[in-house]
């Protein structure tokens, strides 16, 4: 069965360095999104993209945050400089249509800031 | 953005049918009504949806109240492998960007 895989499964970086968590998703998904979950929290929504564009993004996705389809295989999640408070679980997950269809979620890759 | 409400927390014995309980007093007529789990330690997945019928899959059965404000996930045979947060979510087929908002879900604990 088709899968979203995430690499790596954990990053530790230091606070204000860059970080680009790869996802690929499922080869006919037309649609991608970008969740985070804090340790203890819940599931966040971070943005959406389709036709190489940001459809929706949260508060929380703010000019650090950047996302980026390089190519046809390939979905990253960029973070310029990094906080402490950037650490958690970032699951990538993709879906064939809009609206109502099924999301297919990565395992997910683990940021740790120090 | 329709809210749902789920109880934190739900105990089950292995082998036993699970019904899940989620309020959704301000669903819309558009709004699709979709459950997701995370077993620990992953990410989410999908485990079924439906608009106004009740659904059946090979996970699990969905009945939905005839008023649509609440809906029950239900678990036929519990297994230890279904312990996990389960997430009632709404979703409205005229968006166009797919967002899911989670809530806190409910913890199903599955004693053996």
């Known amino acids: 069965e088709p899968e979203v895989t995430q690499t790596p499964s954990h990053q530790v970086t230091q606070m204000g360095q860059e970080v680009i968590l790869r996802c690929v998703p499922i080869?006919?998904?037309?649609?991608f999104y970008w969740y985070r979950q804090i340790l203890g929290q819940k599931v966040e929504f971070l943005v959406s993209f389709y036709n190489n564009e940001i459809s929706e993004k949260s508060e929380i996705f703010d000019d650090q945050f950047s996302v980026e389809r390089p190519d046809g295989s390939n979905f990253t999640l960029k973070i310029r400089s990094t906080k402490l408070e950037d650490s958690a679980m970032y699951f990538c997950a993709s879906s064939e249509l809009w609206g109502t269809d099924t999301q297919y979620f990565g395992p997910g890759t683990r940021l740790t800031v120090l | 953005d329709a809210k749902t409400t789920q109880p934190n927390s739900m105990e089950s014995n292995e082998e036993e049918p699970v019904h899940l309980p989620c309020n959704h007093s301000?669903?819309?007529?558009?709004?699709?009504i979709h459950w997701y789990r995370q077993l620990p330690s992953q990410g989410p997945e999908y485990v079924i949806h439906?608009?106004?019928s009740n659904v059946n899959n090979r996970m699990a059965s969905l009945a939905i109240a005839e008023d649509r404000k609440s809906s029950t996930l239900i678990l036929h045979r519990a297994t230890l492998r279904d312990a996990a947060v389960y997430y009632c979510?709404?979703?409205?087929?005229?968006?166009?960007?797919?967002?899911?908002?989670f809530g806190q879900g409910t913890t199903l604990q599955v004693k053996p």
């Open positions: 979510i709404l979703s409205r087929s005229s968006s166009n960007t797919g967002k899911l908002i």
């Open positions: 439906g608009l106004t």
């Open positions: 080869s006919n998904h037309l649609y």
């Open positions: 301000t669903i819309s007529g558009t709004d699709y």
